[in-house]
């Protein structure tokens, strides 16, 4: 890797300046445009919504672990669950993947300086701090009991807590997330590096961009929808109250219309860095680069058709239904294309076992789970007894943390080196790694069979019958948190003690790798010019 | 290799403006400019496309209440705005052209028309709102007009004043802008070389404009 070490010596020359030490000061930092410190604080910010959020999952397991009231009384759970999903969705995994990981290595990947809009990018990041100030405000106030969906008629007439607040912290958060996707596709759009072709972007952009598209197509959608909502809550305008000739449903259409499509804000930025995860890792060219770019986009436009699928039991018609069940299947092709294809670069290659390689490996295990129980669901006749019990719940937290946010962790342990300048202890991690397996398979499988057998969903309590596996679930989360707790550990011991990261510790080919870690603040000493694919390891010898 | 910032003051040099840092070129930093312009243009129109749709589901619903509520919007107000906001996209349109030819003085005249037309506007939808209220032709459980025969006349209004509103809140948002770019142009900021604000708040503008050409038939005409 010649150029690897010509990275390490231009960064020799440069004096160790590098995009963190450059400037020094907390205004600095609130003040600068440079994506990788924008990334920086993106990561840091959604990493403590991530762990307020699953403290709030740990105490509803708890809660759990046996029937009856513990800890928290019917209100207070009802509570812990919506600020549970409303943060992980809102605050962590829709931002965390393109606002974080996305905003670092994007324009790295592609030779560029920055993003096409750098002070846009700060707006953002501070669009998403007010939204979570006014997400977060409703813990010390008044709480919030709507589910993270706002039902109304629910949220806008009987709701004692605060809805106002939080919808509006969403409707803020929706505009931090749209004006990333937009950067983000003007960025790709023309400011490539010569040489980067479209065939020549890592897949991780593909995934990136896709993403963008349905951000800026479906979150705009929400934002009308939530302001419909603080209409209909504070004046009562009508539109969605059926007292006033108004229509639930039409709620939930609009709702969803965003929602499903959120769903694939989250997973596809996770497709993303899998893709690059197994191909650096395998040292192996990616088995069908193309198929793997197009079925995120495939996905992406899928994506919007299927919304109707949350709303069998809603009172749609049995027309609507049959037609959204039926698309809804396609969205297991594009998703299999992908899973067989990763599968396919491992074949031949030169597999080495590092941490983030471990993620990928339970990323396929649990995304092909949860991928595969959508597919029940989205029968019409199998989903009117599966609907709104824990069978549900089990397969959207296998699609989001076990896909979502197991990759997201994946690419955090793959970029690390790169955004810190600092290897980590790779039995640390390892060992982390296999316990949020465990730990996840445990919690989350087990919901399966309870949501099979019966048990519903959003319930503080339940049956005697439900309560061994009640309690399995409730271990199984206490060894899933240890598992995070221990990559934190794993992590901040790195940034204090970890050795100093090469510039290309894994062998990569894409352009990230070919520049000094940490980057400098222009990112590269010189504008690269690009010769070869971002996965041509062949002439590696690897 | 020279330097790309040398490289864009030679090819598209400006005493006002410099190409930024990232970019190689004055024209890519245009180009990309243009695209998140349109790319946030689109973001817009769903946004409104929400609530056609809603506009669309309970016209079919309620036809008869909509039919009788509509009669109640001036339709001679209505139409003069709409006169008023296609004349300011005429005056935009001739001010972003004037930018382009480098013609101060005529940038800042139209850009100046095109405010004046957008506040009479709002003037116009002023009176519009204060009959409205003043009558009880009001949003869902706050409509107390007498004398309607159809069930639902407040979802025509809830859907009325928040297209209505939120439209005037783009307008408000565009007076602003102009007013930006007028202040801008008078300091003589935008030549042939450098006018893509102007250009970008014209894209804005011009949605605007077109998606009262929406809501004025839809609402005050067919109802």
């Not at chain 1, 990561?43 to 307020?52: K, N, R, Y």
């Amino acid at each position: 890797m010649s150029r690897a070490v010509t990275a390490d010596e231009m960064d020799v020359e440069a004096g160790g300046k590098n995009y963190l030490n450059a400037e020094k000061g907390i205004v600095s930092w609130l003040t600068t445009v440079d994506h990788k410190r924008i990334g920086l604080m993106y990561l840091v910010s959604t990493l403590t919504m991530f762990m307020i959020a699953g403290i709030f999952a740990l105490i509803l397991r708890f809660e759990l672990l046996r029937s009856g009231q513990d800890v928290l009384t019917p209100g207070q759970y009802n509570q812990a669950f919506t600020l549970h999903g409303a943060m992980m969705v809102f605050l962590f995994i829709i931002p965390a993947i393109p606002g974080g990981l996305g905003n670092f290595v994007l324009p790295i990947m592609i030779g560029a300086k920055d993003v096409a809009f750098p002070k846009l990018n700060l707006l953002s990041l501070y669009l998403y701090w007010t939204g979570a100030i006014f997400t977060a405000s409703s813990i010390v106030s008044t709480g919030l009991d709507t589910g993270w969906t706002f039902y109304v008629p629910y949220s806008t007439t009987v709701s004692q807590t605060s809805v106002i607040a939080v919808t509006f912290g969403a409707f803020i958060l929706g505009f931090s997330s749209i004006l990333t996707g937009l950067n983000f596709i003007v960025t790709i759009h023309k400011l490539r590096a010569p040489g980067v072709t479209w065939y020549r972007l890592p897949l991780m952009l593909w995934a990136i961009y896709a993403t963008s598209i349905v951000q800026i197509l479906a979150t705009p959608v929400l934002a009308i929808t939530l302001l419909l909502l603080i209409l209909e809550r504070a004046f009562h305008v009508g539109i969605f109250d059926p007292k006033l000739g108004g229509d639930p449903v039409l709620y939930q259409h609009f709702f969803w219309f965003y929602s499903h499509p959120a769903v694939y804000i989250m997973i596809l930025p996770g497709m993303g860095i899998i893709s690059d995860l197994i191909a650096v890792h395998s040292h192996r060219r990616i088995f069908g680069y193309k198929a793997i770019a197009f079925s995120s986009v495939a996905i992406a436009l899928v994506g919007f058709m299927v919304w109707g699928h949350h709303m069998f039991t809603s009172g749609q018609s049995e027309l609507s239904s049959t037609i959204f069940s039926f698309i809804t299947f396609f969205v297991a092709v594009p998703s299999g294309v992908k899973v067989f294809n990763w599968t396919g670069t491992m074949w031949g290659g030169s597999v080495a076992w590092n941490t983030p390689m471990f993620y990928a490996m339970s990323f396929l295990f649990l995304f092909t789970i949860g991928g595969l129980t959508g597919l029940p669901l989205a029968m019409i006749g199998l989903d009117l007894h599966l609907h709104d019990t824990y069978f549900v719940v089990a397969h959207f937290h296998y699609v989001m943390m076990g896909g979502a946010v197991i990759a997201f962790i994946g690419g955090l342990h793959h970029w690390w080196p790169k955004m810190t300048g600092r290897m980590y202890n790779e039995t640390t991690a390892k060992i982390a790694c296999g316990l949020i397996f465990v730990g996840f398979n445990m919690t989350f499988f087990t919901q399966f069979f309870l949501g099979a057998r019966g048990m519903p969903r959003r319930y503080h309590t339940y049956l005697d019958q439900y309560q061994p596996l009640h309690a399995f679930s409730t271990y199984g989360s206490w060894v899933l948190g240890a598992g995070l707790f221990l990559v934190l550990f794993t992590f901040i011991h790195s940034l204090f003690k970890g050795e100093r990261a090469p510039a290309n510790p894994w062998g990569g080919r894409s352009l990230e790798w070919q520049t000094p870690s940490p980057p400098p603040t222009e990112n590269f000493h010189k504008t690269p010019v690009v010769t070869h694919g971002p996965y041509d390891f062949a002439t590696t010898g690897k | 290799m020279m330097s790309a910032s040398t490289e864009a003051a030679q090819e598209k040099g400006s005493p006002d403006f410099v190409v930024a840092h990232h970019f190689d070129k004055a024209d890519t930093q245009f180009d990309a400019g243009r695209l998140g312009i349109w790319l946030f243009l689109v973001t817009e129109i769903l946004f409104f496309g929400g609530l056609f749709c809603a506009f669309f589901i309970y016209r079919g619903w309620y036809f008869d209440s909509f039919v009788e509520a509509h009669h109640h919007l001036d339709k001679k107000m209505g139409a003069l705005n709409t006169v008023f906001l296609i004349t300011s996209s005429l005056t935009m349109a001739l001010g972003v052209r004037s930018a382009q030819r480098s013609a101060r003085k005529e940038t800042v005249g139209f850009l100046l028309a095109t405010v004046l037309l957008a506040c009479a506007f709002l003037v116009v939808k002023y009176f519009e709102y204060t009959h409205k209220i003043h009558d009880g032709l009001l949003p869902g459980a706050m409509f107390h007009a007498q004398g309607f025969t159809t069930q639902h006349p407040g979802v025509f209004y809830a859907i009325y004043f928040v297209m209505t509103g939120i439209h005037g809140l783009h307008v408000v948002i565009g007076i602003g802008l102009i007013l930006w770019i007028l202040i801008r142009a008078q300091k003589g900021e935008f030549s042939s070389r450098y006018y893509a604000p102007v250009e970008g708040v014209g894209l804005y503008w011009h949605l605007v404009d077109l998606i009262w050409i929406y809501l004025f038939p839809l609402l005050y005409l067919v109802g």
